[in-house]
């Protein structure tokens, strides 16, 4: 079992960045594929973005393709989301999700949840 707490969310202004931080509990870190959703007031939960054990892998949904960017340090138990270029619409409660198994990075099932960090964006 692993246990995620998020951080680094914040208000922003539009074009602005902002760089979320996910901390694992556990030992088996890298065993885990990790991923990023939000869910904005009234929407439903919107997957963000996937990255594999190792790191070599990674997914972007498109929404934020080229904006955003996963990575991940296993020697930290860390996984990151650097947002830049930051819109109104990014606006919501981001997550990270962790889930131990290799199905393809679009797999939007996951096991694992953090409570969740603020972003606002003002335009």
Known sequence: QVQLVESGGGLVQAGGSLRLS??????????YTLGWFRQAPGKEREFVAAISRSGGSTYHADSVKGRFTISRDN?????????NSLKSEDTAVYYCAARNDVRSLRTREYDYWGQGTQVTVSS
Do not use: D, I
Not at 22 to 31: D, E, I, M, N, V
């Open 22 to 31: 996910c901390a694992a509990s556990g030992r088996t870190f890298s065993l």
């Open 75 to 83: 020697a930290k138990n860390t996984v990151y989301l650097q947002m």
